[in-house]
Nanobody
Framework: QVQLVESGGGLVQAGGSLKLSCAAS????????MGWHRQAPGKQRELVAY???????NYADSVKGRFTISRDNAKNTVYLQMNSLKPEDTAVYYC????????WGQGTQVTISS
C-alpha cells in the first residue's frame, strides 16, 4: 500500500509564491516518476509537471519558467515551487507517483487572488 500526503496549499495574492510538498510512504518500488496534476472548477485535470527517476523534468507550457519541480529521493518526497502565481493557477493540485501502478494524493487547494 502506498500513501501520498500533500501539503503547502493555501491562499496567496497574484504574483506570490507557494511550495507544495508530497511525501510518499509504504511499499514503494521502482519509481518511474512523480509529479503534479491540477484541476480547476469546471475544467479537466491537467498535467502540471513531473520528474522522472533519472531527474528528467517536464512542464506544462502554462507554468514553464514559473514552477520548478524537484524531489528528495531519500525522503520519497516531491516538491513544486510555484512563483509568479496567477489567478488562473487556482485549482486543486494532486500529487502522483508512478511505479507499475499510479498512486494519487488527496489533493491540496491552491487559490490565487487577483
Amino acid at each position: 500500500q502506498v500513501q501520498l500526503v500533500e501539503s503547502g496549499g493555501g491562499l496567496v495574492q497574484a504574483g506570490g509564491s507557494l511550495k507544495l510538498s508530497c511525501a510518499a510512504s509504504g511499499s514503494i518500488f521502482s519509481i518511474v516518476s512523480m509529479g503534479w496534476h491540477r484541476q480547476a472548477p469546471g475544467k479537466q485535470r491537467e498535467l502540471v509537471a513531473y520528474i522522472t527517476s533519472g531527474d528528467r523534468t517536464n512542464y506544462a507550457d502554462s507554468v514553464k519558467g514559473r514552477f520548478t519541480i524537484s524531489r528528495d529521493n531519500a525522503k520519497n518526497t516531491v516538491y513544486l515551487q510555484m512563483n509568479s502565481l496567477k489567478p488562473e493557477d487556482t485549482a486543486v493540485y494532486y500529487c502522483y507517483l508512478r511505479t507499475y501502478m499510479t498512486y494519487w494524493g488527496q489533493g491540496t487547494q491552491v487559490t490565487i487572488s487577483s
